[in-house]
């Protein structure tokens, strides 16, 4: 079987253990398969990026024991092919240029919510004369785009989930173009993985909303939809989401303590959080 997966971090601050359980989910499943483990820097935001969190993940996943396959791709070289495919939505008719500041958004009384904070409530989607010199993002109009779609019914299968019915409404018109950056998180990482051929996408459940939204874009733009295994996420001993108040460390503050990585790692892989690692704070 020809696998490929990836793991694919943003340099916005350093890795927890949350990062690192997922990397080795994406790891072990490439090389229990005789398959391929990529590695892509998501670095476009560029108010939040820094290049010293990138050096500082690259040496977390030597630590672990996590070796990748190729080269490092990096989001910021990738813009040429965003613009492409934003350009080719647009001339679908299916993007829009919202002028909307988070406030704008957020006092909107009707303004529902979806998996990822408010919906957008569509103020910009009918606007006669955009005025293109202010600032703007562009949203996919979400009705449009799925009539677009070609399909009466979208689905992606996951092999903890099943087969899910893809309903990217719940999180209305999305955003594929930033204000402060040339693509986002939905467009760039749905094209991304394509480009770089990857079978099965094995992140955490904290994405699973977000592939609805992946699934419609894969429709648009003639793309291949991969395999998903969206894993558990690391809890800490309160069995809540593991976070900052159970005193976890980071990855780098373990490792600049002297820290064993790959027993770290091991010890992720039964399940387990090393002994004293979260019970101080939990
Ligand atoms: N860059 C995303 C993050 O750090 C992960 C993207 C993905 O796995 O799809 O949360």
Sequence with gaps: MNVSTRFAPSPTGRLHPGHAFSAIMAHDFARERDGRFLLRIEDIDGTRSRPEHVETILRDLEWLGLGWDGEVVFQSQRLASYQAALDRLRGMGLLYPCFCTRADIAASLTAPHGPEGAIYPGTCRNLDAPDLSKPHCWRLDMAKALAASGSESLSFHDSRHGLIHADP???GDVVLARKDAPASYH???TLDDAAQGITDIVRGDDLLAATHVHRLLQALLGLP???YHHHALLLGPDGERLAKRHG?????ALRESGADGRAFAEA???GELPVGFAAAKA
């Design 248 to 252: 976890a460390p980071t990855l780098a």
């Design 169 to 171: 409404t719940q999180h």
């Design 187 to 189: 467009l760039a990482v």
């Design 225 to 227: 939809t991969p395999r």
């Design 268 to 270: 992720l892989r039964r």
